[in-house]
């Protein structure tokens, strides 16, 4: 129980994080309020989705209000302080990387629930943690920004899925185990970020 | 069965409708007909489609192979009636009029149908009748045009999904209700795009 | 069990064939190797994925590893001969023509195995050998290549498709008969591609 309380609050933080960064480009590429909504619930969203749609599970805000709730809340937060949104620069980029290794963790654990493989899980996080970010860069109509920017982004679901792994192996506990998983996966993004360590090019 | 019968005559007229304004966006893109078929199709489809995979319910086309029939059809009064399809102009806007009210009302019956909640019906009926034209855009390679054009559009479903939930629980004869909600629809669109009436840019 | 191998075999190879066709496109467009190597993969799995959830199956790959090793394989492969596969030219699409006249095969032994009807199959032939392809483009963000270059590419499936559904209904030998499934889509594909034979414009 304190577990599925943990799991939804770390959804809501995801939910609201990924629907502000789609809302915020979607509005730069001047799309009206309609157009912004639904880029933002498909940012927060879509990765989600398309996971439950591979696993062949329920596709969950649809029993779930409350992440179309969240991302009104986005919404109406951006129309508020669009100017404190748009200036926030670096922290966006904090916000973002929450996202990720949120919606990482709450992939794994939906997989495993589904009694997917651990491999089939950590790809599931990965799916669940990005997706929707593709998904936000197709609507908006640019090349995805995690194909490109030689980040370490969903390359940091990776080892966060691989602590998750040996630690569910080891049977430690799984509400702090998840913490971890979720620290890991920050810790990487930003620590890459600010020391400039990139992917190469495919085509050097 | 007379209801049935009137689902399946608003599904056709909503398909053809559909069809021809993807197949002419496609071949003004100089797309081939075997492309331009394809986005027709993507375009009618589409919304249906993707509201099924959500429902998880059986893909409609598959076991009805009148909507590839009425797309063939399309595609056949295209290529006949070219220049006469490319002069319409105003009444196109009245062709997708058609198919987005026509398509909400089929989406909220067949999410009602799955046992889905009212709520998750009439945005089940707003995917129905916009997202094909998002695949079209997608598939052309443009900006979703519902996300910029700042008319009412997609939005004029949400009051039609209204109307239909409000009649609905009042126990009103169901044809009577599907046809007053389509006409809902086609005017709330008709007279906000005479009147100039739009949605404002998320970042004014 | 020999008819199950000579499937395994046949999704190997047109595995990689569409993986590297998407790597190279995706290096071309200065993806990193993380992009490149998920537009390798959308490509590979993109239409046999469309496939399994239009009908309702299992996801292939998700149970299936080897897929994704494959595209690991195609990976290294290019990351070690990148000079080699880009100066390849006229045997990419020779590659290309295998991949789809492959999956061709498999989507219609797939759907046929669900229970689909045969035009439902013939369908799912098609898009399981192109489906991937137009994800690439989209994931690329080009307009896709099968709808605009008038060769005749999807549609050489469907006399593929014929061919299989008469050998079929006369009782001819299944893997004789597939392996001339194969045989005749690719003998289309490479004779239209030589003799200039091609569709033509949707708004000549």
């Not at 799991?7 to 590429?29: D, H, N, V």
């Not at 879509?46 to 329920?58: E, H, I, N, Q, V």
């Not at 109406?76 to 919606?103: K, S, Y």
Request: proline letters at 3%; hydrophobic letters at 55%; aromatic letters at 12%.
């Amino acid at each position: 129980m304190s577990g599925e309380l943990f799991e939804e609050i770390i959804e809501a933080l995801g939910t609201f994080a990924f629907a502000i960064s789609g809302i915020r480009l979607a509005a730069a590429k001047k799309y009206d309020i309609f157009g912004a909504f639904i880029v933002g619930f498909a940012t927060a969203v879509g990765g989600g989705t398309l996971r439950d749609l591979l696993l062949g599970a329920p596709v969950f805000w649809l029993s779930a209000p409350r992440y179309l709730a969240w991302t009104v809340v986005a919404m109406l937060f951006f129309l508020l302080f669009r100017d404190f949104v748009n200036r926030l620069g670096q922290t966006i980029m904090l916000f973002d990387t929450l996202g990720l290794a949120l919606f990482n963790m709450v992939g794994i654990k939906v997989a495993l629930g589904m009694g997917s493989s651990m491999l089939v899980a950590v790809i599931m996080g990965t799916i669940t943690g990005t997706a929707g970010g593709v998904m936000r860069d197709i609507l908006i109509q640019e090349p995805p920004v995690i194909f490109q920017k030689k980040e370490i982004y969903a390359v940091a679901c990776l080892p966060g899925g691989g602590v998750y792994a040996a630690g569910h192996y080891l049977g430690i506990n799984d509400i702090f185990l998840q913490i971890t998983t979720i620290i890991v996966v920050i810790c990487i993004r930003i620590i890459t970020h600010r020391k400039n360590i990139s992917l190469p090019y495919a085509d050097a």
